[in-house]
């Protein structure tokens, strides 16, 4: 089955500064990448998702790149705010979803 | 709210009960799946259905384990014989799987401590 690393496991970050999560997978036939934010309590909600066919996606402060050769995908968050501060996941999608153990992103106003 | 919904959202039992959870799927999808999730892990598979059809198992779940999808709309899933293990939030989600891609939409979640 497919494997999937996160780093780093805890984020610290200034207001308006960028943080970066990243991801790595065993399986090349994974095809479809997606990040979710997790708050307290919550289920995890969609926030981007990146397919095997692209190298990068972004959505307003979010970026996602995806290095297939390597068998890496990142998240980008730009000028970060207090509401960004979350646990965040990434999975990758073969036969069924593997996530990773996930980022605690804390944004200090 | 259209989103996918769980019932109960909390659950407190005694080792050795039996426990039952509900999801309600985003409508028009044909897809649902149940995930386990424990403190600081992310989310691990349990079951998917395809409409009624449960087409998937881990080897995570246990005979204890089981869950139905009867007319491809809402699922349960039930846990036999509750151990302490168990305690964890039961994640549902739905998507509609058209292709080859495949948008999971996660339910709030159902959390259990078995104590």
Known sequence: GENVEQHPSTL???????AVIKCTYSD??????????QELGKG????????????????QRIAVTLNKTAKHFSLHITETQPE?????????NGDQFYFGTGTSLTVIP | DTGVSQDPRHKITKRGQ?????????????????????????????TYFQNEAQLEK?????????????KGSFSTLEIQRTEQGDSAMY??????ALG?????FFGPGTRLTVL
Do not use: M
């Open chain 2, 91 to 96: 994640l549902c989600a739905s998507s509609l």
């Open chain 2, 18 to 46: 039996n426990v039952t959870f509900r999801c309600d799927p985003i409508s028009e999808h044909n897809r649902l799946y149940w995930y386990r999730q424990t403190l600081g892990q992310g989310p691990e598979f349990l």
């Open chain 2, 58 to 70: 881990s080897r995570l779940l246990s005979d204890r384990f089981s869950a139905e999808r009867p």
């Open chain 2, 100 to 104: 080859t891609y495949n948008e999971q």
């Open chain 1, 12 to 18: 610290s970050v200034q207001e308006g500064d960028s």
């Open chain 1, 84 to 92: 960004d501060s979350a646990v965040y996941f990434c999975a990758a």
């Open chain 1, 44 to 59: 995890p909600q969609l926030i981007i998702d990146i397919r095997s066919n692209v190298g990068e996606k972004k959505d």
């Open chain 1, 28 to 37: 090349s036939a994974s095809n479809y990448f997606p990040w979710y934010k």
